[in-house]
């Protein structure tokens, strides 16, 4: 708790001193890391396996996207919209995904992301094509202020939804629904036989998943502006899954670290080569070798060493 | 009132036949073994009883109602704990966890997704019960994937008593143990069944095991039943002695 309340004083004091394009960067880094966060729900903790999971941002980005082209609802309630519709639609998707177990529901979440894609491709009306909606307003309010339009106002609403978030993920891993969670996780047989009906508790946590994967793209809307079908794609799945295992699964923090260690590493390499991807890879491969147990393990594996 | 009634009860597999129209009872407080020679259907019977397949005909009843067609977390709800025949268990928890999330099954607000502070505190003081019961307490702390073989199979035990189970079904309880850890379990749950209040269904070939531990027995041959009743009458029964026993005594 003392942890959580240093890194949300720090958070809040940066904005001070940090040069403009800094903060696009860390505003940024915050909205990852709640989309990271959010998947390690169900990869960290119920073992579901998401290849889709930018079905969840996608959802949140264009729901948002439309509530501030369309309406005149303020920022500050149009983003938790969007992630509370995100979250329904994941009930849908959880309730086919979870049908089937291990790798085929990796492949039906895949399915089902890549569906979404296709339709967003030809829902013109809703989701501008190929186009994508640009122009996505900050809106005002909620009571006429105008601080949430800032580039520092925003950046404090994403970061009190990453908090939020943060808080709320927590108290949910470490609650009686949470521990039934880590039984499906260790042993799904067992945990039906003990009398506890699985899938419901599957669907529930994907819900959960997709409501803060959905707040994250609903950020990235009038974050950056625009929303267009790559926010759908199966690479961004991809690169939110190595986010959550680089940064540690099962840990919540860790992911929203590994999303961080992310953007820097593919700022930095992509001012030298269009391929940084290639070498983002190799350190894929390496954590994945070297430390399976991520940033956050390695962090508590030295703090233990030093300590002995 | 029987607890447990299967009437009729058959599976079968394309042609072959697992289960033939098996009827039979277990009344509150008895001890029954099924027992029968490999391939006799103990294990098609036991997936039966516990739901994990669905019968091709007939009926189970349990306490008076229907549950032929329930699924097994809903017939777990009613009050039927079982073990496996390979141990289950959550092994990168420790064995106070396993008994925990055990007991939490049979709690209202076993979903609760904030808070549970309650919730967990009477499920631990239930599991740890459990624990004690069956002389695990001394490795509580420890996690049950490192726990000793025969110690994980009790736990599986202390996880199913942890529930407070009105029907306890056993596959196979001491099977895959060595000859002495097979001595300590089957006394240490002969002393958990004396003490009574417990009604068990086990299915086991150990005869050693099923005559120190069941007060009651009934025997499948090729899917059907052949004898039901006390262990010494079982046991000197012709029919018995000639299909299964072959000269045990």
Excluded at chain 1, 31 to 54: K, P
Excluded at chain 1, 125 to 152: E, H, M, Q
Excluded at chain 1, 188 to 211: F, Q
Excluded at chain 2, 220 to 228: E, F, P, Q, T, Y
């Amino acid at each position: 708790m003392r942890m959580t309340l240093a890194v949300a004083v720090l958070l809040a004091l940066l904005p001070l001193g940090l040069p403009p394009y800094a903060m696009t960067l860390l505003t940024e880094a915050l909205i990852m890391g709640l989309f990271a966060m959010s998947l390690d729900l169900m990869v960290g903790y119920a073992r579901l396996i998401s290849f889709g999971h930018a079905a969840a941002y996608g959802l949140g980005a264009y729901t948002c996207g439309n509530i501030l082209l369309h309406t005149d609802i303020p920022l500050p309630l149009a983003v938790p919209m969007a992630g509370v519709f995100s979250g329904f639609i994941g009930i849908g998707i959880a309730w086919v995904c979870t049908q089937a177990t291990g790798v085929s529901f990796s492949m039906l979440t895949l399915a089902l992301a890549q569906l979404l894609y296709a339709v967003a491709f030809k829902w013109t009306s809703v989701t501008g094509a190929s186009d994508g909606l640009a122009g996505i307003p900050r809106r005002p309010g909620p009571f006429g202020t105008t601080y949430f339009s800032t580039k520092i106002g925003f950046y404090y609403l994403t970061m009190a939804c990453l908090f939020g978030s943060f808080l709320f993920a927590r108290a949910l891993v470490r609650s009686p629904f949470g521990a039934v969670l880590r039984g499906i996780r260790e042993n799904e047989a067992k945990t039906l036989s003990l009398g506890y009906n699985t899938r419901l508790y599957k669907i529930a946590v994907v819900a959960a998943s997709y409501i803060l994967g959905g707040l994250a793209g609903a950020l990235y809307a009038p974050f950056a502006g625009f929303a267009n079908t790559e926010l759908l794609f199966w690479l961004l799945s991809g690169q939110v899954l190595i986010m959550v295992i680089v940064g540690g699964t099962g840990t919540l923090v860790g992911p929203i670290l590994g999303a961080a260690f992310f953007l820097l590493v593919q700022q930095q390499l992509s001012t030298y080569t269009d391929s940084w991807a290639l070498f983002f890879g190799v350190i894929f491969i390496a954590f994945v070798l070297f430390a399976p147990e991520g940033i956050l393990g390695l962090a508590r594996r030295r703090r233990s060493v030093r300590s002995h | 009132m029987a607890l447990l009634e299967l009437q009729g009860l058959t599976k079968r597999y394309g042609g072959i036949v697992a289960v033939d129209n098996v009827t039979m009872s277990v009344e509150p407080g008895e001890v029954r073994a099924v027992i029968g020679p490999n391939g006799a259907g103990k294990t098609s019977l036991f997936h039966l009883i516990t739901g994990v397949v669905k019968p091709t005909m007939g009926e189970i009843v349990f306490d008076g109602q229907r549950v032929t067609a329930m699924p097994a977390f809903s017939r777990c709800q009613l009050g039927m704990s079982r073990t496996f025949q390979i141990t289950a268990l959550f092994p990168e928890m420790s064995a106070r966890e396993n008994t925990r999330l055990a007991a939490q099954a049979r709690d209202k607000q076993r979903w609760r997704p904030l808070g549970g502070g309650a919730v967990f505190a009477e499920a631990s003081r239930r599991g740890d019960a459990a624990l004690e019961r069956l002389g695990l307490s001394h490795v509580a702390e420890r996690q049950a994937g490192l726990l000793s073989h025969g110690d994980q199979r009790l736990l599986e035990v202390a996880m199913a008593l942890a529930q407070q189970p009105r029907l306890l079904l056993m596959d196979e309880p001491t099977q895959g143990l060595s000859v002495e850890e097979t001595a300590q379990a089957v006394e240490v749950l002969g002393g958990l069944f004396a003490g009574g209040g417990l009604t068990v269904l086990l299915v086991e070939h150990d005869m050693e095991v099923v005559f120190r531990l069941a007060s009651k027995m009934t025997v499948l041959h090729r899917g059907s039943v052949i004898a039901d009743g006390d262990p010494a009458t079982v046991k000197a029964d012709p029919v018995v002695q000639d299909a299964y026993l072959g000269g045990y005594t």
